[in-house]
């Protein structure tokens, strides 16, 4: 073998390979994509009615309590933060705790903590909702209620489905005999539907809360 061959064949073998996309990824990130459209039209209804209502938005939201929804939102912000800590631990392969620091915490048990933010934050979405029909905000009191009955409801029920998909992360981390990269791919796709959830909150409590 001459030298410009063996060169040739050297280059070929060190040549890395491809990687090719998760496909789970890549599809929840379309599927988000079409979530982002979903709220982008609960977020305009929501703008259309208070320009044709200013005087009612203006009456509505000062019976909001804003420092019990902020505080809220502190929680649910956490809970991204848990989430995230999570992944990291299963992207090391480690489902469980090796020890009873944080630092050596597994993907169960970061998750659920986060499990049990996300479940704190919708209990007081719940406790927010019932204050505000004992003053007589309701869906169908009128267009404040539709539109912060709709948005926000919209959105508990996509922090449900979350919580409900951290059990299932849970759930298979204890019943694989080998915990590998289909179930941390499981982790990190959820982590990505939780994220979503998180910003929309953010963006929810800025339009609903904040801007008068």
């Known amino acids: ?75 649910l912000v956490s809970s991204s933060v848990t989430c995230q800590f999570g992944v990291y631990a299963a992207e090391r392969l480690r489902p469980r705790a090796i020890g009873w620091k944080p630092t050596e915490w597994g993907m169960v048990e970061w998750f659920f903590l986060t499990y049990a933010l996300g479940a704190t934050f919708v209990s007081g979405q719940v406790w927010e909702y019932a204050t505000l029909v004992s003053e007589g905000v309701t869906i169908s009191s009128d267009a404040y209620g539709s539109a912060f009955y709709m948005t926000t409801g919209f959105h508990g029920i996509h922090v449900a489905a979350g919580l409900i998909a951290f059990l299932l992360v849970i759930g298979r981390a204890f019943a694989v005999k080998n915990f590998g990269h289909k179930e941390a791919t499981s982790a990190i796709v959820v982590s990505y539907y939780w994220h979503f959830v998180d910003v929309v ?11 008068k």
């Open 1 to 75: 073998m001459d030298s410009v061959t063996a060169t040739t064949f050297n280059s070929q073998a060190v040549k890395p390979a491809l990687n090719r996309p998760n496909t789970v990824a890549v599809g929840t990130i379309v599927w988000l994509g079409s979530e982002v459209m979903f709220f982008a039209g609960l977020f305009a209804i929501y703008f259309t009615l208070r320009s044709m209502s200013p005087e009612m938005w203006a009456e509505q939201t000062a019976k909001h309590n804003f420092t019990f929804a902020f505080i809220n939102t502190l929680i």
């Open 201 to 211: 909150w953010i963006g929810l409590f800025i339009v609903i809360y904040m801007i």
